[in-house]
């Protein structure tokens, strides 16, 4: 039996993962429910500190960052008027870059990103952030119905331990990489860690 190929394989429809020159660097939903609520996710820090060099790095290269942030509930997940909605510090927006502000876990449902990128005029995304199954995987499928081409990094990315429906728990660790799988076979291109797209 033949190794599977990807469906982006199948339909010659894959691409070469970007890099930070050529492309946008797309920031999802990096805030404190994820490091210190109740959504803390067991890979944040690596996570973090993947996502810290990328923003470095585009930074440096002058590449369009673009950070969405999640408006949860009041008093609640993500609350977006408590120290759980704010940005984590080492990979908070600087004065001057362009956040996006959602409520959805797609980020192009109700805002105005794709005009935003429509006008930094790059086709290519770079995308990191959280969660891998949740809001990552929500905006990075419907990039494709807008046309942009994604570039997922790995290690930049992490989500949570989840309840099964048998009762059991899915680890966040292979949560994330069933996920990260499934984006990889129709949706976008894949590196295992930031260094692979400084260049």
């Known amino acids: 039996m033949s190794h599977p190929k990807t469906l982006l ?7 070469a993962p970007a890099t930070l020159k050529t492309a ?22 690596p996570a973090v500190a993947e996502i810290a060099k990328l923003l470095d790095a585009a930074r440096a290269m002058g590449t369009p960052i673009v ?8 008093d609640g997940v993500l609350d977006p008027r408590g120290p759980r909605g704010a940005h984590i510090p ?25 005009e935003r990128l429509q006008a ?5 995304l770079i995308v990191c952030g959280f969660m891998t199954h949740s809001s990552i995987s929500s905006t990075v499928r ?3 119905d807008y046309g942009y081409r994604c570039t997922m990094v790995n290690a930049a990315c992490a ?29 976008a291109a894949v590196v295992e ?6 260049n």
Do not use: C
Request: proline share 6%; net charge negative; hydrophobic share 40%.
């Open 9 to 15: 394989q199948l339909t010659g429809r894959s691409h």
């Open 193 to 198: 860690q930031a260094d692979s797209l400084l």
């Open 142 to 144: 419907a990039t494709k």
């Open 159 to 187: 989500t949570r331990d989840l309840p099964t429906l048998d009762g059991q728990v899915i680890s966040g660790a292979e949560m994330h990489r069933f996920e990260m799988i499934a984006l990889a076979d129709n949706f």
């Open 90 to 114: 080492e990979v908070a927006p600087l004065p001057g870059e362009l956040v996006i502000e959602k409520r959805l876990p797609n980020a192009f449902s109700g805002t105005d990103l794709h």
């Open 24 to 45: 946008t660097l797309l920031v999802i939903d990096t805030q404190e429910e994820y490091r210190s609520g109740v959504l803390k996710l067991p890979q944040v820090e």
């Open 120 to 124: 930094l005029g790059r086709l290519d």
């Open 67 to 74: 950070h969405v942030k999640h408006l949860g509930i009041p």
